[in-house]
């Protein structure tokens, strides 16, 4: 079957550290991967994706590279701000356009 | 601005009241679903619809109910039979019925059952 195992939360970082939040999935075939993130009270956006193995997403210092090898899609950032702090959330999707979601993790970022 | 709206953003509900919750969308997407959110909990499938006039069941379809008569609406009811209804409702599209496309979310209805 198909679904995503991520790092449990929550975490904290003082600014301009470095982030690494772990996502491990399951799947067949050949899965497109996500991360979103949300921030309180609102929906969930599209951070960075990949589609085959090896692509690295990136967008606003973030990335992620997908890892077919170990089943992975671990998001890093280099010197974190404030302005991260939300819950991120890894996913999948696959044939018949369906979507799995991990649980979330919330990260902090004190100044 | 293309994009997806969901109304209301607050609603609060008497138990034994059926709620109706409105998803639009104007990005042509074909596919739309509906996602229940509880705090510290990920995103739980509800209903989901590839095409106009079908929809299907997800995870948790108890004491919800959907339709899909036009291309870009796609409310969701949810009916005294929902045993915890309050949480946060999320509905989104996808441009694709099958492969990679991304999902696109809306900002969210928050239902609290008093």
């Known amino acids: 079957g198909n679904s995503v195992t991520q790092m449990e939360g929550p975490v904290t970082l003082s600014e301009e550290a470095f982030l690494t939040i772990n996502c491990t999935y399951t799947?067949?075939?050949?899965?497109?991967l996500f991360w979103y993130v949300q921030y309180p009270g609102e929906g969930l956006q599209l951070l960075l994706k990949?589609?085959?193995?090896?692509d690295k997403g990136s967008n606003k210092g973030f990335e992620a590279t997908y890892r077919k090898e170990t089943t992975s899609f671990h998001l890093e950032k280099g010197s974190v701000q404030v302005s991260d702090s939300a819950v991120y959330f890894c996913?999948?999707?696959?044939?018949?356009?369906?979507?799995?979601f991990g649980t979330g993790t919330s990260l902090t970022v004190i100044p | 601005d293309g994009g997806i709206t969901q109304s209301p953003k607050y609603l609060f509900r008497k138990e034994g009241q059926n709620v109706t919750l409105s998803c639009e969308q104007n990005?042509?997407?074909?596919?739309m679903y509906w996602y229940r959110q509880d705090p510290g909990q990920g995103l739980r499938l509800i209903y989901y619809s590839q095409i106009v006039n079908d929809f299907q069941k997800g995870d948790i379809a108890e004491g919800y109910s959907v339709s899909r008569e036009k291309k870009e609406s796609f409310p969701l009811t949810v009916t005294s039979a929902q045993k915890n209804p309050t949480a946060f409702y999320l509905c989104a599209s996808s441009p694709r019925t099958s492969g990679s496309g991304e999902l696109f979310f809306g900002e969210g209805s928050r239902l609290t059952v008093l």
């Open positions: 996913a999948l999707s696959n044939t018949g356009n369906q979507f799995y």
């Open positions: 799947a067949t075939g050949y899965p497109s």
């Open positions: 990005l042509n997407h074909d596919a």
């Open positions: 990949a589609t085959k193995a090896d």
